[in-house]
């Protein structure tokens, strides 16, 4: 006696759990320049490492004999595999089977796969297509009643924000539980033109009147102008914009090469072939000696981390700062830079809502972190006082101090002001360095001059000559060696040894932190 009849059943159940939604709704969605759940997940994961798990759940019917009749896949798919070699969770939403919205009969499915990831110590990918919600207002005259709302396994949702790396892609139209599952991350993308995020979408946002309407010409354009990329890649809800479904499985990939599987376990250090005694001699030139002039932070790092390991998170919102993760000798640090080419690099609230959650996410995954430091201050004015600048700046500073990973920190000029003061925690050992071309204090001098010295210059018979005369008196004052004589500073460097230093910090940092395994 075989079990033949049984294995036939599950193959042709299996074989129905791959049409997904059938061939016009899968054509459909290839239409849209969309990939289907099943490609995403082979194209995400290494290959052929995909091991599904609930392949044939979903929503069956029977013939009068009780035979088979026809199955509707669950809208969600989910399995172990492996991503640069290393063990996941990989979830996908199926568009094609009503939107990706789930049903009561197989929530269970969705929160399997968030406890997996957390008993199992696995990160967690989320490719998110729809609502990935439940029911509807048919759904609800089908119950016969309505319920307060409720979402199963959130709680392990939120036990994977602390325990596993969590990535979310946002590859389609994600509203109500969808957008809150994409921002319930570490990492976030969408794919521009493709991905919208909103907690409700055109169609009942239009339900409320004119005034919530973005001016759309049509359905398409109303879901750009309501929750498009160039939204939420600006506004910080989701930290990346990318260009096509590609780009955004590969910049998955690569986060996670940064990442540790799960908190408590150390980062992986990679091989690396720049040397770690490299000096550049661009470095000497790259900070103006004109106060008010720019120059590129971008540059400076992809001079001083691993060539080609600089991976930039954020870079649309909180602009004055830059955040990223790169490498230093092949050990993995987390990267905070000033960005002195917008808004000359003062902290505002935006800005230092980013830093805050770029530390925390540092301290959590055990990564030490480089603050490259040009800060003028706080973002001061009007807007800025109406944004609550100051709360979220205290916020960024009190999550340095908070943060228990190594921290080196390299002045490059400017350092003022409580900002300046949050480059680093000044009540721990100060791993620091300083360019020649520092400029710090608790406010910038060359703005001050003229109300410190007024009664000096209204009594003065040539003001401009007497206020050049303070200027360069005050200058030599300023000088970051009068800073370095009173050991206010720990070292004046020459820039070109600024790899060195850096990759003899990581070293050491990276000691400290393996030694606490």
């Known amino acids: ?142 119950i016969g009643a309505t319920y307060i709302p409720a979402v199963p396994g959130w709680g392990d949702v939120v036990t994977n924000l602390d325990t596993v790396p969590v990535v979310a892609l946002a590859l389609g139209p994600t509203a109500g539980l969808g957008a809150a599952r994409t921002v319930a991350s570490h990492y976030s993308i969408m794919v521009k033109g493709l991905s919208q995020i909103f907690a409700a979408g055109p169609a009942v946002v239009d339900g409320l009147g004119e005034a919530y309407k973005g001016g759309a010409a049509n359905h398409e354009e109303a879901k750009e102008a309501l929750g498009g990329s160039a939204i939420h890649t600006r506004n910080g809800v989701v930290d990346d914009e990318v260009a096509s479904e590609a780009e955004a499985f590969a910049r998955a990939r690569h986060f996670l090469s940064f990442m540790p599987e799960y908190v408590g376990q150390p980062a992986r250090r990679s091989a690396c072939d720049d040397p770690a005694d490299r000096r550049e001699e661009a470095l000497l030139s790259l900070v103006p000696r004109d106060p008010k002039q720019v120059y590129s932070m971008r540059r400076c790092m992809e001079m001083v981390f691993d060539s080609g390991t600089v991976f930039e998170i954020g870079k649309h919102w909180g602009r004055a700062a830059i955040t990223a ?96 003061s ?41 003001p401009a000559a007497l206020l050049e005369e303070i200027r360069e008196r005050l200058g030599k004052v300023t000088s970051p060696f009068r800073s370095a004589e009173r050991f206010n500073v720990e070292d004046i460097i020459d820039p070109r040894d600024t790899r060195p230093l850096l990759c003899e910090f990581a070293g050491l940092a990276w000691r400290r932190l393996e030694s606490e395994q």
């Open 1 to 142: 006696m075989t079990w033949a009849k049984e294995l036939k059943e599950l193959r042709q159940r299996e074989a129905l759990a791959e049409q997904m939604g059938g061939a016009d709704k899968v054509a459909r969605q290839h239409g849209r320049g969309k990939m289907d759940a099943r490609a995403r997940l082979a194209a995400l994961c290494d290959e052929g490492s995909f091991r599904e798990i609930g392949k044939i759940a979903g929503s069956a019917k029977y013939d009068a004999n009780g035979d088979l009749a026809s199955v509707t896949p669950a809208p969600f798919l989910f399995g172990k595999a492996t991503i640069n070699g290393r063990p996941v969770v990989a979830t996908a939403d199926d568009f094609t089977i009503r939107g990706g919205a789930a049903d009561a009969g197989i929530a269970r499915k969705m929160v399997q796969a968030e406890m997996m990831a957390h008993q199992l110590k696995l990160p967690i990918i989320r490719m998110i297509d729809g609502t990935g919600g439940g029911g509807s207002v048919k759904t609800l005259e089908k």
């Open 422 to 462: 949050a480059m680093s925690n000044a009540d721990r050992y100060q791993y620091r360095y300083c360019w020649p071309s520092g400029d710090w204090g608790s406010l910038p001098i060359a703005g001050g001059l003229e109300v410190a010295y007024k009664a000096e210059l209204e009594a003065s018979d040539d």
């Open 325 to 420: 993760l790169a490498r230093l000798d092949g050990w993995p640090v987390c990267v905070i830079a000033s960005d002195p080419s917008y808004l000359g690099g003062s902290w505002e609230a935006r800005t230092s809502e980013k830093v805050e959650r770029f530390v925390r996410l540092a301290d959590q995954f055990r990564l030490p972190v480089v603050h490259l430091v040009d800060n003028p201050g706080f973002m001061i004015g009007r807007e800025a006082e109406m944004a609550g600048t100051i709360r979220y700046g205290v916020n960024a500073m009190n999550a340095i101090y908070r943060a228990t990973v190594p921290l080196a920190s390299i002045v490059l000029r400017r350092a003022y002001g409580i900002a300046g």
